[in-house]
């Protein structure tokens, strides 16, 4: 054999976002010049490096190369020892190679990023939201909720009080905020509360504030309208009451004819004679009225429809039945999940939290969760786009955040009738590209662009978000979905 190698030191530790020295030394014990290749081999091969990569020796001398173990600091790389091999190949002799093995131990680190989702909720006896918990250490950690005293204004509570969380993977827990009194009449009323997030091997609480808005049962122009009727009602009561509208009777009228004097038997003069009535006079003939020309109707009736004997359509346009354009059909629907290809998440978000400005996460299936919602209703219009509402709320879309391109739930611009229509903007609505083997990308209908599962970093880690980004090769995994 032409070759001799030793590791200086076969095990070595590491931090991520650190590094670590490893020597190997090479000695070329054949008769000839050789020029041994060297390259790192094991799952520790994508952040280790050997310098030279390359060792050009004469027979009987003896050569060093370093090997640097740099894991980046991201849940991808995890805590515990990790075996290595380095791969020595002579170029002369390919068959005479070794791989020479080692050890090398990835140091733990814990890190978290928590967020209400909604920041904002609002109700009026009571308002549910949820805590997302994203593990950006590279070992599982156990975050526990309490709620801070807020005063008798709002009380928060967690369910569950803890979660356990994998590296790389997102917790949940859902909030049910009530407010300490109800308000009956009025406006809106708003509570801050605040919520403290703990990991269990961590003494430093971290601490995320909402806002809860309370709202009135009868909102002011309900009490408004009441006084209203009520000083009405009584204005008409006493109209009423002071109303005395004279009558007159018959029986009055008879008394004024039996005031009159009548005759003495014993007068010699003779009883008036009543009045002859004076003769109706004749009438005047009438002109003759213009007699109507057959099949012409009067000035104000509208004419019939020749053949049909039914009523012209009204002017103004319109065809008097309500429609006002789409398929009178309405769009195909289907309840359906969407798998992304990147880490063998789902799309889904808070059943109870949905509300415009929802923000979209990818997560493991939790089929046993009723408050997350991860099936969606897909409707298909006839011009090749689609929307995407949650099931647990139909009236709320897909939407391609403005500001940050980031995926989120709004109300349908238009409503209930847009959707059914299909007159979505842009910005609500998608196409889907086939891309085989089950496979599709979700084109933003307003640019072209793909709803994309990304991994963003952040804080020195990584945090999960959907956004609306270029569709390029890089991001291929995180741009196809499976709809099922």
């Known amino acids: 054999m032409s070759i001799w190698t030793l590791l200086e030191s076969a095990a070595a530790s590491v931090v991520p976002g650190d590094s670590a020295v ?12 050789e020029e041994y290749r060297l390259s790192p081999l094991g799952e520790a091969a994508g ?19 370093e090997i640097t173990f740099a894991p980046p600091r991201t849940p991808d790389v995890p805590a515990g020892p990790m075996p290595f091999g380095i791969r020595v190949e002579p170029r002369e002799h390919p068959d005479a190679g ?6 090398v131990t990835v140091g733990a680190y814990s890190e978290l990023r928590a967020e209400l989702v909604p920041r904002s909720v609002r109700g009026w006896r009571r308002a549910r939201g949820r805590v997302a918990v994203d593990n950006l250490g590279n070992q599982p950690l156990t975050a526990s909720f309490s709620a801070r005293d807020n005063g008798d204004a709002v009380e928060v509570e967690a369910l569950p009080g803890a979660v356990r969380v994998a590296p790389g993977r997102a917790g949940f827990a859902e909030l049910n905020i009530t407010p300490g009194k109800l308000k009956w009449v009025g406006g809106t009323t708003q509570h801050p509360f605040s919520l403290t997030v703990l990991r269990a091997d961590s003494s430093a609480p971290e601490e995320l504030r909402g806002m809860y808005t309370q709202r009135s049962l009868f909102p002011r122009w309900v009490l408004a309208a009441g006084s209203v009727l009520v000083a009405g009602a009584v204005a008409l009561t006493i109209a009423w009451v002071q109303h005395d509208p004279s009558i007159k009777t018959q029986a009055g009228e008879k008394a004024e004819i039996a005031g009159q004097p009548l005759p003495q038997q014993n007068s010699q003069a003779p009883l008036a004679s009543p009045a002859p009535q004076q003769s109706q006079a004749p009438q005047a003939p009438t002109a003759p009225q213009a007699p109507k020309t057959d099949g012409q109707p009067k000035a104000d009736a509208p004419a019939p429809v020749p ?3 039914t009523k012209p359509k009204p002017k103004g346009g319109g065809d008097g039945g309500g429609n006002s354009g789409g398929s009178p059909s309405g769009p195909s629907e289907e309840r359906v999940s969407i798998e992304t290809g990147q880490r063998g998440g789902y799309l889904g978000m808070s059943r109870d939290g949905m509300s415009d400005s929802t923000p979209v996460y990818t997560m493991g299936w939790v089929e046993d969760q009723k408050n997350l919602d991860e099936y969606w209703i897909l409707r298909r219009y006839g011009d090749g786009t689609v929307s995407l509402s949650p099931s647990g709320n139909p009236s709320l879309v897909l939407d391609r955040r403005a500001e940050n391109n980031r995926g989120q739930l709004w109300t349908a611009s238009g409503g209930q009738d847009a959707i059914r229509a299909g007159r979505l903007p842009a910005n609500q609505k998608w196409r889907l590209k086939d891309l085989g083997d089950g496979w599709v990308s979700l084109l933003s209908a307003t640019d072209g662009n793909c709803l994309t599962d990304m991994y963003v970093k952040q804080n020195g880690g990584e945090v999960q978000q959907t956004l609306v980004y270029g569709c390029e090769d890089r991001y291929l995994l995180g741009q196809k979905w499976k709809i099922g």
């Open 98 to 103: 070794d791989v020479v093995e080692g050890r």
């Open 22 to 33: 490893v020597r190997l030394r090479v000695r070329n014990t054949g008769d000839t010049v």
């Open 47 to 65: 952040w280790a490096t050997v310098e030279p990569a390359a060792l050009r020796l004469y027979p009987g001398t003896e050569g060093t190369a």
């Open 307 to 309: 053949g049909t004997g």
